[in-house]
């Protein structure tokens, strides 16, 4: 859900998120770009409840995508995404 600079992800049966990993959300359009919007993890109860603000104009991106990433790498999607919705 988005409202304002505000998106709130909710996601059920999702599997736990693996040591040294997290899950992270990026504004995607369809030629590929994307911007990273934050990181969170998710407990065994496979549940993700996750408000984060954002300060772009959301015209210019298509879906919210969410992938899991390396704790320990820069920002840069790494192809295993888990979660896709149409913004």
Do not use: C
């Not at 997290?22 to 911007?35: C, P, T």
């Amino acid at each position: 859900t988005v409202v304002g600079n505000r998106a709130d992800i909710v996601g059920s049966e999702l599997p736990p998120t693996p040591e040294g990993q997290h899950y992270e959300a990026w504004l995607a359009r369809n030629d590929g770009a994307m911007k990273p919007m934050g990181g969170f993890t998710v407990g065994d109860d496979g549940q993700a409840k996750v408000g984060m603000e954002f300060r772009e104009d959301l015209s210019q991106w298509e879906y919210v995508d969410v992938s899991v990433e390396p704790d320990d790498s820069p920002p840069q999607h790494s192809g295993n995404s888990v979660l896709r919705a149409q913004l």
